[in-house]
Nanobody, 129 residues
Framework: QVKLVESGGGLVQAGGSLRLSCAFS?????????????MGWFRQAPGKEREFVAA????????SYADSVKGRFTISRDNAKNTVYLQMDSLKPEDTAVYYC?????????????????WGQGTQVTVSS
């Protein structure tokens, strides 16, 4: 099955930057390679529901962002490396959360959790004030 492993989380001061990575592994025959999936990033802060952060279509041609991160975060993917990235700049304390990578069998951009089939284990991002 598909496996997603996030990395790159950590502790950073407000105004700083982090780059999250999500490595995809699993089915590799042509119909179900990494490039067959759209990818997304979500986050969940303590006591809150998981919320959408960013998503990217199968070929990177379309992206979508939550209003709270628009202009500060950038999602990208490298289909040759089976990896999706989330560049986070101008971080704020309210960005503190566990960040999850997800893969959807839809090829278009998906912004809701129910549209995703596979999830990573999450990586902690903590932004200090």
């Amino acid at each position: 099955q598909v496996k997603l492993v996030e990395s790159g989380g950590g502790l950073v001061q407000a105004g700083g930057s982090l780059r999250l990575s999500c490595a995809f592994s699993g089915r590799t025959f042509s119909s179900y390679s990494f490039s067959s999936y759209s990818m997304g990033w979500f986050r969940q802060a303590p006591g809150k529901e998981r919320e959408f952060v960013a998503a990217i279509s199968w070929n990177g041609g379309s992206t979508s962002y939550a209003d709270s991160v628009k202009g500060r975060f950038t999602i990208s993917r490298d289909n040759a490396k089976n990896t999706v990235y989330l560049q986070m700049d101008s971080l704020k304390p309210e960005d503190t959360a566990v960040y999850y990578c997800a893969a959807s069998e839809y090829t278009i951009v998906i912004t809701y959790t129910e549209g995703y089939n596979y999830w990573g284990q999450g990586t902690q991002v903590t932004v200090s004030s």
